[in-house]
């Protein structure tokens, strides 16, 4: 297949439901074993065969320039900065002129999905998607929100974690995993310097025009909670010591 595609991480986020344990960086930057969350990202990464990413930066953005300076590491250091708040979807946006290719992976910076990026990527291209999103299962939907997909794993609609059903076995419990491959024509859809999400208006926007979820059983954890980051805490590490 060639060289993988680049990736953006999103690394803008001010971490508000973690303020009560930790507010001396952005949510990227959170100590997990003493570590950087970022750094597991960027060594999974690495491992995945990625050799260059973009990070989409905001809130002080300073303190992750210092770790992890431009133009080095593996993989390669790029950045996008944000002077003011833009989203998932404006900082996609915004990194425009950084991405290389006719497609780019996208993952959340505050979260961790355990995906086989070359068969997402092979199934991306050979479903013909325009994007395509990692999907998991997860005990409950209600904080995430959910995603339903038809037999052939087209995205048919997305219900909003503030939207409930009745809970029992027809409530959803696939979510979107925060990675995705996005082709090089989403960034036509997203106006520029404003603020926009791209979970909740790019990508439903997309519905019926080629966005498609790719499904996966790996390792899934969000520390954009205090109980979960407690729980990656050990976690984490387990997982990246196999």
């Given at each position: 297949m060639g060289a993988m595609p680049q990736a953006l991480v999103l690394c803008g986020g001010f971490g508000t439901r973690l303020q009560s344990v930790y507010s001396e960086g952005p949510k990227s930057l959170v100590p997990i074993a003493g570590r950087p969350l970022l750094s597991y990202g960027?060594?999974?990464?690495r491992s995945e065969g990625i050799g260059r990413v973009v990070l989409c930066t905001g809130y002080r953005h300073g303190q992750i320039k210092a770790l992890y300076p431009e133009g080095e590491g593996?993989?390669?250091i790029r950045y996008s900065v944000e002077e003011e708040p833009l989203g998932t979807g404006g900082a996609v946006k915004k990194a425009e002129g950084a991405i290389d290719g006719d497609c780019f992976f996208v993952l959340n910076g505050d979260s961790f999905l355990d995906v086989?990026?070359?068969?997402?990527?092979?199934?991306h291209k050979r479903s013909g998607a325009v994007a395509t999103i990692a999907t998991v299962e997860v005990p409950s939907a209600a904080r995430y929100g959910s995603v339903a997909l038809d037999g052939a794993g087209r995205v048919v609609s997305f219900l909003e974690k503030t939207e409930r059903?009745?809970?029992?076995?027809q409530m959803s419990q696939t979510i979107n995993g925060g990675l995705y491959v996005l082709d090089r024509s989403v960034l036509q859809l997203i106006p520029g310097a404003t603020k926009v999400s791209i979970e909740k208006e790019v990508f439903p926007a997309l519905i019926g025009k080629g966005i498609y979820g790719f499904k996966s059983r790996g390792y899934?954890?969000?520390?954009?909670?205090?109980?979960?980051?407690?729980?990656?805490?050990?976690?984490?590490?387990?997982?990246?010591?196999?």
């Amino acid at each position: 297949m060639g060289a993988m595609p680049q990736a953006l991480v999103l690394c803008g986020g001010f971490g508000t439901r973690l303020q009560s344990v930790y507010s001396e960086g952005p949510k990227s930057l959170v100590p997990i074993a003493g570590r950087p969350l970022l750094s597991y990202g960027l060594e999974w990464l690495r491992s995945e065969g990625i050799g260059r990413v973009v990070l989409c930066t905001g809130y002080r953005h300073g303190q992750i320039k210092a770790l992890y300076p431009e133009g080095e590491g593996d993989p390669e250091i790029r950045y996008s900065v944000e002077e003011e708040p833009l989203g998932t979807g404006g900082a996609v946006k915004k990194a425009e002129g950084a991405i290389d290719g006719d497609c780019f992976f996208v993952l959340n910076g505050d979260s961790f999905l355990d995906v086989a990026l070359d068969e997402m990527l092979a199934f991306h291209k050979r479903s013909g998607a325009v994007a395509t999103i990692a999907t998991v299962e997860v005990p409950s939907a209600a904080r995430y929100g959910s995603v339903a997909l038809d037999g052939a794993g087209r995205v048919v609609s997305f219900l909003e974690k503030t939207e409930r059903v009745g809970a029992g076995p027809q409530m959803s419990q696939t979510i979107n995993g925060g990675l995705y491959v996005l082709d090089r024509s989403v960034l036509q859809l997203i106006p520029g310097a404003t603020k926009v999400s791209i979970e909740k208006e790019v990508f439903p926007a997309l519905i019926g025009k080629g966005i498609y979820g790719f499904k996966s059983r790996g390792y899934f954890i969000d520390v954009g909670v205090p109980e979960d980051l407690e729980r990656a805490q050990t976690e984490l590490p387990e997982h990246f010591a196999r």
